[in-house]
C-alpha cells in the first residue's frame, strides 16, 4: 500500500519540483488541495492530518500555522523553511552531517529541511570543527552565489523579465548586506561554532545551481593544519556516502593549474554541473606552501539545497529507499 504525502505549498518553487519528484512513484500518493481551497484552513487541517507525512513548502509563519493545524500523532512533517532548523524539538535534516544522523531522520515525526547556503557551508566546516582542525570559536567566512531561483518567485521574474522597470539587467548582485540573513542561525549551530560567520551571499544570472566558499588562514590556526590535513578530514567523513563526495586531490591540484593569464580560472567548477540532481560535491585548495586554503561546496540550491534533501528526508522517515526518486 503507497503512502500518502501532502504537499503544503505545491505551487511554489520548491514544492513543484519536489512534486515532480515523487509524481512517477509507485510507493507514494500524493494528495492535492483543491485550488480554489488553498487559503482554507478547514480544508489544509483535513489533509495535514490525512497524509502519513506532509512537506511543507511555506514561508516561515505558514510553516508555524500549518504545524499548529495538524493533531494527528502519526503525521511526519518536513518542513523546508526556515522556521524550525535550530528548534530542538526538530531533527536537522541533513543525513551526512554526522553518522548518526541518517538514523535520527528516520525516527522522527518533524524534520527540518536544511537550507541550501547551510549545507554547502555545514558540509565543509562541520566535520572539520569535529576533527579538531577548525577551533569552534574561529572566526570563518563565507562567500557564495546562486542561481537567481533561490530568491523565490519575485526574483525569478525581476531576473526573467524584460529590462528595468519590469525586470533587470544585473548579471550578479550581492544581497544580504545588513549582516543578518536568516541562514546564519543554523549555520552556526549545525557547523559547531561558537560565533556565527561573515555570510556574503550573491546571486548571478542563472536559474539554479551554487558554489559555497570558505576561505581559510590555515598558519592562524591552532596546530597549522594543511590543505591535505582537511581534505583527509572531509573524505574520512563522507566516505560511502551515495551523494555527497569528496574531490580527489589529483582533481583539485588539476583545477588549480593556471588556465589564461596569471590569475587563472576554473573552467570545471560550474555552480551549474549538478542541476537537476542531489549532490554535492566538496573541494580543497591550497596555495603552494599550505598556510592558506579554500574550501569550496558545489550543488543544486533547488536539489541537494532543498526538493532533493527534502525527497531524501521524506524517504528516510517513511523508511523507504534512501535515493528513490532522486
Keep these: 500500500m503507497a503512502h500518502t504525502v501532502f504537499i503544503d505549498g505545491e505551487a511554489g518553487t520548491t514544492g513543484l519540483q519536489i512534486r515532480e519528484r515523487l509524481a512517477s512513484r509507485a510507493d507514494l500518493e500524493i494528495l492535492s488541495i483543491d485550488p480554489a481551497r488553498r487559503k482554507d484552513a478547514d480544508a489544509r487541517a483535513e489533509l495535514l492530518n490525512a497524509a502519513d507525512a506532509v512537506v511543507l513548502c511555506l514561508p516561515d509563519a505558514a510553516s508555524r500555522e500549518a504545524v499548529s493545524l495538524v493533531t494527528s500523532n502519526s503525521v511526519r512533517i518536513v518542513d523546508a523553511s526556515t522556521a524550525f532548523r535550530v528548534d530542538a524539538g526538530w531533527t536537522y535534516g541533513f543525513a551526512e552531517m554526522d553518522k548518526g544522523q541518517r538514523a535520527a531522520i528516520a525516527s522522527a515525526t518533524r524534520v527540518s529541511n536544511p537550507g541550501c547556503y547551510p549545507t554547502g557551508f555545514i558540509g565543509l566546516v562541520r566535520p572539520l570543527v569535529a576533527a579538531g582542525l577548525i577551533p569552534p570559536d574561529v572566526p570563518l567566512t563565507v562567500n557564495a552565489v546562486s542561481g537567481y531561483s533561490g530568491g523565490g518567485r519575485g526574483l525569478i521574474e525581476e531576473f526573467e523579465g524584460h529590462a528595468p522597470p519590469a525586470g533587470t539587467n544585473d548579471a550578479f548582485r550581492?544581497?544580504?548586506?545588513?549582516?543578518?540573513?536568516?541562514?546564519?542561525?543554523?549555520?552556526?549551530?549545525?557547523?559547531?561554532?561558537?560565533?556565527?560567520?561573515?555570510?556574503?551571499?550573491?546571486?548571478?544570472?542563472?536559474?539554479?545551481?551554487?558554489?559555497?566558499?570558505?576561505?581559510?588562514?590555515?598558519?592562524?590556526?591552532?596546530?597549522?593544519?594543511?590543505?591535505?590535513?582537511?581534505?583527509?578530514?572531509?573524505?574520512?567523513?563522507?566516505?560511502?556516502?551515495?551523494?555527497?563526495?569528496?574531490?580527489?586531490?589529483?582533481?583539485?591540484?588539476?583545477?588549480?593549474?593556471?588556465?589564461?593569464?596569471?590569475?587563472?580560472?576554473?573552467?570545471?567548477?560550474?555552480?551549474?554541473?549538478?542541476?537537476?540532481?542531489?549532490?554535492?560535491?566538496?573541494?580543497?585548495?591550497?596555495?603552494?606552501?599550505?598556510?592558506?586554503?579554500?574550501?569550496v561546496a558545489q550543488l543544486d540550491n533547488l536539489g541537494k539545497g532543498a526538493s532533493g534533501a527534502a525527497v531524501q528526508n521524506l524517504n528516510l522517515m517513511l523508511g523507504l529507499e534512501e535515493g528513490a526518486g532522486l
Excluded at 561554532?193 to 551554487?210: D, E, H, T
Excluded at 576554473?266 to 555552480?271: I, M, S, Y
Aim: aromatic fraction near 8%; include cysteine; hydrophobic fraction near 45%.
Design 174 to 295: 550581492v544581497y544580504g548586506l545588513n549582516l543578518a540573513h536568516k541562514h546564519l542561525p543554523e549555520m552556526k549551530v549545525h557547523a559547531g561554532l561558537n560565533y556565527p560567520p561573515v555570510f556574503a551571499p550573491a546571486v548571478g544570472r542563472f536559474a539554479q545551481g551554487m558554489i559555497v566558499e570558505v576561505p581559510l588562514q590555515l598558519w592562524a590556526l591552532p596546530g597549522r593544519p594543511s590543505p591535505a590535513d582537511l581534505h583527509v578530514a572531509l573524505q574520512a567523513h563522507f566516505a560511502g556516502e551515495p551523494f555527497v563526495e569528496v574531490a580527489s586531490g589529483l582533481e583539485c591540484a588539476e583545477l588549480q593549474k593556471t588556465r589564461a593569464g596569471a590569475g587563472g580560472y576554473v573552467a570545471a567548477l560550474d555552480p551549474e554541473a549538478l542541476n537537476g540532481t542531489n549532490r554535492m560535491r566538496l573541494y580543497v585548495f591550497g596555495n603552494a606552501d599550505g598556510t592558506q586554503a579554500r574550501l
